[in-house]
């Protein structure tokens, strides 16, 4: 059985969860519990707090874990990212108050500086050539400057909502993180078997995050205009309708690329658009 690690409640835990869940992998939730086993897959999941999760993985108390890069890198624990999760970006940054005059990274020259990441922080000024105080505190780094612990901050920013209602702007970015997948870096054959029977499944689920189904009608004689818009996995399935010289086209489109590619082929004389979220997409 493999164990995974992951937060037990905070920004982390609900899309953990559902990433396992999407993967087919089945378990009973209770708020109360520490750890469950799951019904139809090798897998036991710990319930943690993120920071205490690199640790536990790199002294093999749990095989994987799911967590911020942020707190792995700052953590220092030896471990080894498998695959980004594509959750919970976000960015370290610092951020000064919204009045101060500010130029470059080196104004925080002799500077104290409020962060939870005193080793991001340190790194990060160190490559700058930045020598400032850090004050480590573990909450509420916001406020700092506001209450005179510091002329500045390093946080974590999503929205940027927090530094401008505490009257701070973002001026400069430390670190980009997201959620990913670490693993204990001596596993036993065994158990990168299981591992790799999840990646398998967390892949598949991530690509078709990614990806739309797309269905339309088009005349035979706008097929091939439309097709060659449309890139897929392999080529689009053509099916021919009922009404005479009119066929219905499938495929694959990129979320990204989509209202692009909706309006060419519009343009292009398709009808009937549906658009659908595909749930697994294994290549
Ligand atoms: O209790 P435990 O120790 O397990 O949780 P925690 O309170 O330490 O962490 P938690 O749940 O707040 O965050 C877990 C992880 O989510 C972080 O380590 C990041 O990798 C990631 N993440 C993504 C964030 C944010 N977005 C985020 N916005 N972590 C924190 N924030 C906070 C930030 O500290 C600041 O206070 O949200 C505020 C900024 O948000 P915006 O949207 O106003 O910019
Ligand atoms: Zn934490």
Not at 25 to 48: A, D, H, Q, V
Request: hydrophobic letters at 40%.
């Amino acid at each position: 059985m493999l164990r995974l690690a992951i937060q037990k409640s905070g920004r982390l835990s609900e899309d953990s969860l559902k990433l396992i869940r999407e993967c087919g992998i089945s378990f009973i939730t209770s708020s109360l519990k520490l750890k469950t086993e799951s019904t139809n897959f090798p897998l036991e999941i710990l319930y943690l707090r993120d920071d205490d999760i690199p640790g536990y993985v790199a002294d093999g108390v749990a095989d994987i874990g799911i967590v911020g890069q942020n707190v792995l890198v700052e953590e220092g624990k030896q471990a080894l990212t498998v695959e980004k999760l594509g959750f919970s970006k976000c960015r370290l940054s610092l951020a000064v108050p919204k009045s101060d005059q500010y130029e470059s990274v080196q104004d925080l020259n002799g500077k104290n500086i409020a962060t939870s990441y005193p080793n991001l922080l340190q790194a990060y000024l160190n490559e700058q050539g930045v020598e400032a105080h850090i004050h480590t505190i573990s909450g509420s780094v916001e406020i700092a400057p506001s209450i005179g612990l510091a002329e500045a901050i390093c946080d974590i920013v999503s929205s940027g909502s927090t530094l401008i209602s505490n009257g701070l702007k973002e001026v400069e970015r430390v670190f980009k993180s997201e959620a990913v997948l670490i693993a204990n870096d001596t596993l036993s054959e065994e158990k990168r078997r299981i591992l790799d029977k999840l990646l398998f499944r967390i892949q598949a689920v991530q690509r078709a995050q990614k990806k739309k189904y797309i269905l339309l009608n088009a005349p035979n004689d706008k097929l091939q205009e439309i097709s060659d818009l449309l890139p897929s996995i392999k080529s689009p399935t053509i099916l021919p309708l009922a009404e005479h010289g009119w066929s219905s086209l499938h495929s694959v489109v990129n979320e990204d690329d989509f209202w692009e590619i909706i309006e060419k082929i519009k343009d292009a004389g398709a009808q009937g658009i549906l658009v659908i979220p595909i749930e697994k997409m294994i290549v």
